[in-house]
């Protein structure tokens, strides 16, 4: 079992900047991890994913603005995410997963407005 722990959320203009942090109780230097986010009404998306090697995965729309990385030593999976746009706006999700189980953190709020 994986208890997940986001932080870092905020309010911030267009334009910043953001580092989200997702802490797990054990180690996840084997475990697939993934940022998802959901914005009011809409249904939960993949925001970005890294294995267990290093490989990385974003969606189309973060793309050359967000940064996924770990450090398994601290069992943290970060997210950076830079040129923030209103349509970024969502709760924050991070996942672990190992075969055959996922775990969801509780969420952080990233607001980005004016």
């Known amino acids: 079992q994986v208890q997940l722990v986001e932080s870092g959320g905020g309010l911030v203009q267009p334009g910043g900047s953001l580092r989200l942090s997702c802490a797990a109780s054990?180690?996840?230097?084997?475990?697939?991890m993934g940022w998802y986010r959901q914005a009011s009404g809409k249904e939960r998306q993949l925001v970005a994913a890294i294995t267990s090697g290093g490989i990385t995965n974003y969606a189309e729309s973060v793309k050359g603005r967000f940064t996924i990385s770990r450090d398994n030593a601290k069992n943290t999976v970060y997210l950076q995410m830079n040129s923030l746009k209103p349509e970024d706006t969502a709760v924050y999700y991070c996942?672990?997963?190992?075969?055959?189980?996922?775990?969801w953190g509780q969420g952080t709020q990233v607001t980005v407005s004016s």
């Open positions: 996942k672990a997963v190992i075969p055959g189980l996922s775990y």
């Open positions: 054990r180690s996840i230097f084997s475990i697939y």
